[in-house]
């Protein structure tokens, strides 16, 4: 059966259109994240509308407030790992490759929008040995993955490649021990990435949901030492605490619900006034003490990104080439 490519206009972020692949096939292995529409209200997100490769769904890490826990709300396996069918990625990403050879931009496809993408990595079949080899074959595109995991013996192991990206979550000690009770601990994550930096591959990081706990400053500038002590990441992205109401309702630890009260068309955030400082303190850490300042917002309202004195419509966050 013939896989088709299904294209669309979209408006871009610094306002120019642009036609770009937005599924293939059955969308049911890539297709593209554009649920978040070109910013016009103050409260409006920005999220540049990457490609998703879904290759499986689920997680095991069971973070309080994973918008998993809605998303998949549905399905009788909730967010337990599922994993798709390898024949069918494997023809769907390749019709991807063909169809996009001559026309069309560089993209990079995200595996961790619907799963942890190194959440195969303990199995006999993980995805890493399967997908990198694959875009290896492509000169053009790249793969990302998105982690909380520490698996990254596959990745060691093999020669690194340009066509992968590793990026980690990670957060302040106290708010990962309350909220992310799942996932590795947040110096053993750094440990990884810096394992996976120094074979060569970028790494990105991650420090997502930011949560404005009492002491916040001490434990997020703590956690900036903590990175910059090891290696120096090729982008940083900064989240803030948000909540969809769909993960809202699924939680079944709703302790940090508390914390959010202001509306976006992307769920309920921090109040802009405690969200403004802790961006700026954490990015004022990184420029005077690391000379660094290649950081980005995730999920974040264009007043946000306006009144940090960021450039919104050049956004090149976590999941963006």
């Known amino acids: 059966m013939k896989i088709t490519i299904r294209t669309k206009e979209y408006k871009m972020l ?12 059955d969308r049911s292995i890539i297709k593209r994240f554009d649920k978040t529409p070109f910013p016009i209200k103050t409260t409006d997100v920005i999220c540049p509308h990457f490609l998703e490769l879904k290759w499986a769904y689920g997680c095991p890490h069971d973070c309080s407030w994973c918008y998993l826990k809605g998303t998949l709300r549905l399905l ?27 026309s069309y931009p560089q993209e990079i496809i995200n595996t961790g929008e619907l799963a942890d993408s190194l959440m195969s990595e303990n199995t006999t079949t993980p995805f890493s040995k399967f997908i990198i080899p694959l875009f290896e074959t492509n000169p053009k595109h790249r793969v990302l993955f998105l982690t909380k995991s520490v698996n990254v013996k596959n990745l060691l192991d093999t020669a690194p490649s340009k066509r992968a990206v590793i990026s980690f979550t990670v957060n302040a000690n106290p708010v990962a021990k309350k ?6 601990l ?10 996976v930096h120094e074979v060569g591959y970028e790494t990105r990081i991650r420090i997502d949901p930011m949560v404005p706990i009492e002491g916040w400053k001490k434990y997020y500038f703590e956690l900036i030492d ?21 993960t809202i309702n699924e ?21 802009f006034d405690l969200r403004y400082p802790m961006y700026l303190a954490l990015m004022n850490r ?5 000379n660094y300042s290649n ?14 004195k960021m450039n919104w419509k050049k956004c090149r966050c976590n999941c963006a080439w």
Do not use: Y
Request: overall charge positive.
């Open 76 to 102: 009788p396996t909730k967010t337990k790992p599922v994993f798709k069918n390898r024949k069918k990625i494997e023809s769907h990403v390749n019709t991807f490759f063909r169809a996009t050879k001559n």
């Open 295 to 308: 950081i980005a917002l995730c999920k974040e309202t264009f007043i946000m990104w306006d009144k940090l």
């Open 14 to 25: 610094d306002g120019s259109k642009r036609r770009l692949v937005q599924q293939v096939g």
């Open 186 to 195: 947040v110096r053993d994550r750094i440990m990884a990435a810096k394992a």
């Open 251 to 271: 939680a079944k630890d709703k302790s940090w619900v508390r914390f959010l009260s202001e509306k976006s068309n992307w769920g309920k955030k921090i109040p």
């Open 226 to 246: 903590e990175i910059f002590s090891n290696f120096v990441p090729e982008r940083i992205t900064l989240g803030s605490l948000r909540g969809l109401q769909s």
């Open 286 to 290: 990184m420029k005077e003490k690391f």
């Open 179 to 184: 909220w992310e009770v799942g996932a590795p």
